[in-house]
């Protein structure tokens, strides 16, 4: 089994990985990353040339979610990104203006048909899925994700099925989120929900660990599939901290990272290209899950510090290609 990525891991990583076993899949992680998904062999050389992450979601001009979030964090780990947008806004809402507006179904429709002509399923190894605007484009891009897999069976989707969250509430368009939880997520390789989408796409309240574990394996489909669920403030959890989860059918693992003060737009965004970042380069769950947590995590308190209003992607730059997992690492849990 040939271990995919564009970076070796480094020895930091190692230590992680070799130390988690997953049942599941019958091996240590360390030793299939990504095998569960993904069976391909190709060598670093021709990695360097393959366009690796069609990403499909919001832009904005000014600061930093949707594609504006996701697609410098993976270039900085060397992948070539397709970035598709599903909008085009001056700014994120909660400024007093916002310019711009959801792109047309039939624009991203297009646009999509003509990645397929250029034969990027084909090469592509991710399908990573956001903030989508409208129910329309929302059916554009479920059948274009449903062609995709079937023509190129072993590429991944990554669907962070962008709902709203626990301060506003649903923030989009009626009839989104019932697209997410009937057609996107049930074909989704990773699931990367808030706390607050998560139970949305459950139904009912969730304010234990074992009750985010239980809804989180409902939606892993197929069982083989990871459920990374982001921002979780629980009952039983640890006083002043929340909570990210990597939930699979017979493993999770869970980081635990302190409260910032002050409300950032883009997290999700952000973390969900990390988590596929480390994952394309060959990190196994529990790292990936680490990478993305710690990166994400120094770019908020980069971010809090300055009392910036936008994420300071870009002067954490060495952060998201060098993360510091001695900040957080990811813990066993046996569930």
């Known amino acids: 089994m040939v271990r995919l990525g564009l970076p070796k891991t480094p020895p930091c990583k190692a230590a992680l990985t070799t130390s988690f076993v997953n049942p599941g899949i ?3 992680l360390g030793q299939r990353p990504l095998s569960r998904f993904i069976r391909r062999d190709v ?3 021709a990695l360097e040339h393959i366009m690796s992450v069609i990403s499909i979601q ?3 001009v000014y600061g930093h979610v949707g594609n504006s979030a996701a697609v410098f964090p993976m270039q ?3 992948i070539e990104v397709m970035a598709v947008p599903t909008t085009l806004f001056s700014n994120r809402p909660r400024y007093p203006t916002v310019r711009g507006q959801v792109l047309d179904a039939g624009l991203v429709a297009d646009l999509l048909v003509g990645l397929e002509e250029r034969g990027a399923v084909d090469t592509c190894q991710v399908i990573l899925t956001g903030y989508l605007g409208s129910p329309q484009i929302g059916e554009v891009v479920a059948d274009f994700v449903a062609r995709a897999m079937k023509q190129n069976p072993k590429l991944i ?8 969250d626990a301060e506003r509430g649903v923030f989009v368009a009626s009839g989104l989120p019932e697209l997410f939880r009937d057609r996107l997520c049930p074909i989704s390789n990773i699931l990367t929900p808030n706390h607050f989408e998560l139970e949305w796409l459950v139904g009912r309240k969730l304010e234990t660990t074992d009750s985010v574990i239980a809804a989180g394996r409902t939606l892993a489909h197929p069982p083989s599939s990871t ?11 640890q006083k002043g901290r929340i909570v990210t989860f990597a939930i699979e059918e017979k493993s999770v693992w869970s980081i635990a990272t302190p409260k910032l003060h002050g409300s950032t737009s883009g ?3 952000l973390l969900a290209a990390l988590f596929v970042a480390s994952l394309v380069g060959g990190s196994t769950t529990a790292v990936a899950l680490a ?3 710690s990166s994400t995590f120094a770019v908020l308190e980069e971010t809090v510090s300055a009392g910036a209003e936008e994420m300071r992607i870009v002067t954490s730059a060495s952060g998201l290609l060098h993360p510091p997992v001695a900040m957080f690492r990811s813990q066993r849990l046996d569930k």
């Open 267 to 269: 997290a999700g965004d």
């Open 26 to 28: 019958g091996g240590e």
């Open 58 to 60: 919001s832009q904005v």
């Open 227 to 237: 459920v990374v669920v982001t921002g979780a403030s629980l009952v039983d959890g």
């Open 291 to 293: 990478d993305a947590v």
């Open 157 to 164: 989707y990554c669907c962070d099925p962008v709902i709203g």
């Open 43 to 45: 060598s670093r050389t």
């Open 76 to 78: 900085m780990h060397g």
